[in-house]
C-alpha cells in the first residue's frame, strides 16, 4: 500500500475527557470495530488503538474514509448521529504524516505524559488485534516490527526513557502532595489493570504505605498487595474500603464500576475524602466535587511532578526525533522495493514467455543432454538480464527515483500496472 497509508486520530490535544470517553473502545470494541471496517470499506493494513488520552484508526486506503470509519465508530458505541464528535477527530491524509504519527504516538512522543511507556505495549496489543482479524498486511506488519525496533534503539541510545515521568507516577506524587501533612494516609486502589497495576508499583517506593487493593479478580489483588507491600481486599467489601478511605484511586473502567454522586452522598462517604480517575471512561462521578470537602481528579487533571526526569526527556527529543527520521527512511525505502517487486516479476514472466516461445521453435529436432543445455543457458541469459534493471530499481529506491523507472519499464514491456 505505497503512498496510501491514513490516520485518524482523536486525542487529548483537541478533546475533552468527556468526548474522549464517549469513543473509547475497549478491547471487545476494538475488535469489532476491525470487523467492521473490514466489512463496509476497502480499508486494508488497519489498526484500531484506543487508549484513555486518544481513539485512532491507522489505515490504507487510496480514499479518505474518515466519515465512513467516525460512523462505524458511532455504530459500535450507539451512538444515532456523529456531528458532536466529528469534529474532535483529526484526519491525517498524508502517507508520510500518517506513519510519523505512529512513530510518534507509540514511542511516546504524543503521550500526555512524555516518554510514557505504557503506550507501546498498548500499540503492540493493537498489532495483535489486527493480526487475529486478518487486517494486518505485509506493509503494517513491516512498519511495526520497525516502530518496536525504533523504540529499542532510543531506550539504548537516548534517555528519553530515563526517570519515573509516567501518569502511575505523576498519580503517586499526587497522592503525596495532597496527603502532605496527613497521619498515614489510607490510599484505596480498585482495579489492578495494567495502570492500576503501575500504581500500586509505585507506591512500593514511596513514603506512603498504608494501601489497600480492591479487584474483582481476587487473585490478582492478592498476587499484587504481595509483591507491593498492600493489603487486598474482596470486591464484594469495596464500598466499605471506599468509606474507609482518604484517598480512592480507580482504575476500572466506568462501564464496569462507576462511583456516583447520589451513592457517595447516601453513604456519607465525601468527607474530606478524594478522589483520582484513571479510567476511561471515568468511573468516578466528577459531580462528586460538589459536596463538601470531596475533590475529584481525572487524567486531564493529572501533571507530572517529576520534574527533572520531564526535562531529561524532553532535552532528548531531538535526538529520538532524529532516529525516528532515519528508520523511516529505510522503512521508505522498503516501501519503494515493494512496489517493484511485480514489475520486475511480470518483467520476468514476460522474458520467461519470450524464452519458452524461441525454445519451442528451435529445439524440436534437438536430443534431450542438448535441449538441457539450451535450457541451461538461456535461463542463465534471462536471469542476468533481470538482474541488470533489478539492481538499477533498488538504487532507485534508495535515491527515491523509482518510480520513473517503473513506469518506463512497464511501457517498454508493455506490463500491467499493480497496487503494491
Known amino acids: 500500500m505505497q503512498n496510501q497509508f491514513k490516520a485518524l486520530t482523536l486525542s487529548y490535544k483537541h478533546a475533552p475527557i ?231 484511586i480507580s482504575s476500572v473502567p466506568g462501564d464496569c464500576f462507576f462511583i456516583s454522586k447520589e451513592e457517595v452522598e447516601k453513604q456519607g462517604l465525601s468527607s474530606s475524602k478524594l478522589f483520582i480517575d484513571l479510567s476511561m471512561p471515568r468511573s468516578i462521578d466528577a459531580g462528586i466535587e460538589t459536596l463538601p470537602e470531596a475533590k475529584v481528579y481525572n487524567v486531564d487533571n493529572i501533571k507530572n511532578r517529576a520534574t527533572e526526569a520531564l526535562e531529561i526527556r524532553l532535552a532528548a527529543i531531538p535526538q529520538v526525533k532524529e532516529i525516528i527520521t532515519e528508520a523511516m527512511v529505510e522503512f521508505q525505502a522498503w516501501t519503494r522495493e515493494m512496489a517493484m517487486s511485480p514489475a520486475l516479476q511480470q518483467f520476468k514472466s514476460r522474458l520467461e514467455d519470450i524464452r519458452q516461445q524461441e525454445i519451442a521453435r528451435y529445439t524440436k529436432k534437438l536430443g534431450a543432454e542438448e535441449k538441457e543445455l539450451v535450457e541451461a543457458i538461456t535461463k542463465n541469459i534471462l536471469n542476468k538480464i533481470v538482474k541488470l534493471p533489478a539492481l538499477e530499481l533498488k538504487a532507485a529506491c534508495q535515491r527515491g527515483e523509482s518510480e520513473a523507472l517503473l513506469e518506463g519499464l512497464s511501457a517498454l514491456f508493455n506490463l500491467e500496472k499493480q497496487e503494491a
Open 18 to 248: 468527556a468526548v474522549r470517553e464517549a469513543v473509547s473502545l475497549n478491547e471487545i470494541a476494538c475488535r469489532n470495530l476491525l470487523d467492521k471496517i473490514n466489512e463496509f470499506t476497502v480499508a486494508q493494513d488497519v489498526l484500531v488503538l484506543s487508549t484513555c488520552n486518544r481513539t485512532e484508526v491507522y489505515y490504507a486506503a487510496e480514499q479518505d474514509l474518515s466519515r465512513e470509519i467516525i460512523k462505524l465508530i458511532a455504530l459500535e458505541k450507539g451512538f444515532i448521529a456523529t456531528k458532536e464528535i466529528v469534529p474532535f477527530f483529526k484526519s491525517i491524509t498524508g502517507h508520510q504524516e500518517a506513519v510519523q504519527h505512529l512513530f510518534y504516538v507509540a514511542l511516546g512522543l504524543e503521550s500526555q505524559v512524555v516518554g510514557d511507556m505504557q503506550i507501546l505495549n498498548q500499540v503492540k496489543k493493537a498489532y495483535q488485534w489486527a493480526a487475529d482479524a486478518d487486517m494486518a498486511g505485509p506493509f503494517l506488519h513491516r512498519l511495526l516490527h520497525t516502530i518496536f525496533y525504533t523504540n529499542k534503539q532510543v531506550f539504548n541510545q537516548t534517555a528519553f526513557f530515563d526517570g519515573a515521568a509516567s501518569v502511575s507516577y505523576a498519580t503517586v506524587e499526587l497522592v503525596e502532595e495532597l496527603t502532605r501533612g496527613m497521619a498515614e494516609p489510607r490510599v484505596l486502589m480498585i482495579g489492578v489493570g495494567e495502570i492500576g497495576a503501575n500504581v500500586c508499583d509505585n507506591f512500593g517506593k514511596s513514603a506512603i504505605n498504608n494501601v489497600t487493593i480492591a479487584n474483582r479478580t481476587h487473585h490478582k489483588a492478592l498476587e499484587l498487595a504481595q509483591k507491593t507491600g498492600a493489603t487486598a481486599v474482596y470486591w464484594e467489601n469495596v464500598w466499605e474500603e471506599i468509606s474507609k478511605a482518604d484517598v480512592v
